[in-house]
């Protein structure tokens, strides 16, 4: 066991945790988060989805000492009910899930791609997202969504 700290969404958390164990594990079981999902265990499906430092990752076969003195962000971490990120706003209006499992993954993906390329083609979403996994379908609707939350992103604000 090994003490470690790691800053997720802006604020530090300290475990005391086998260094091998999967981050998922960590922040599902001993700090309570309800998202990342676990989905395959295997790094397939994208349930487990975070971002570290920016990046979309695999937290279930990212082991948490890979992840200390990293920038860590769940879903959790982009956006509240009250003022919920631009690209929960496009899923939200494209109606863009069903089951809504694997969510996670597709909303922080969209956001990584996003934040790298803020006006990405249909062939750089869909290479983004090739390995995400929704069991109900809803691809169409949540590539819709990603081209949304891109415009969305890109409109002029407006003043209250």
């Not at 005391?16 to 700090?31: F, H, N, S």
């Amino acid at each position: 066991m090994k003490r470690e700290t790691l800053k997720i969404n802006g604020k530090p958390h300290t475990v005391e945790v086998d260094p091998d164990t999967p981050l998922l594990y960590i922040l599902r079981d001993d700090l309570g988060m309800n998202n990342p999902r676990f989905g395959c265990g295997l790094g397939q499906c994208g349930a487990c989805t975070v971002l570290v430092n920016g990046v979309a990752t695999r937290s279930c076969i990212l082991p948490v000492s890979r992840a200390t003195g990293k920038e860590i962000t769940t879903l959790e971490g982009i956006g509240t009910p009250e003022k919920p990120h631009v690209v929960q706003t496009a899923f939200i209006r494209e109606q863009a899930a069903q089951c809504g499992y694997c969510l996670n993954g597709w909303l922080l993906t969209a956001k990584a791609l996003l934040d790298k390329k803020p006006n990405p083609s249909d062939t750089e979403i869909r290479e983004a997202t090739q390995s995400l996994i929704c069991r109900c379908g809803s691809h169409n609707m949540m590539f819709a969504a990603i081209r949304r939350a891109s415009q969305m992103a890109s409109e002029p604000k407006r003043s209250a």
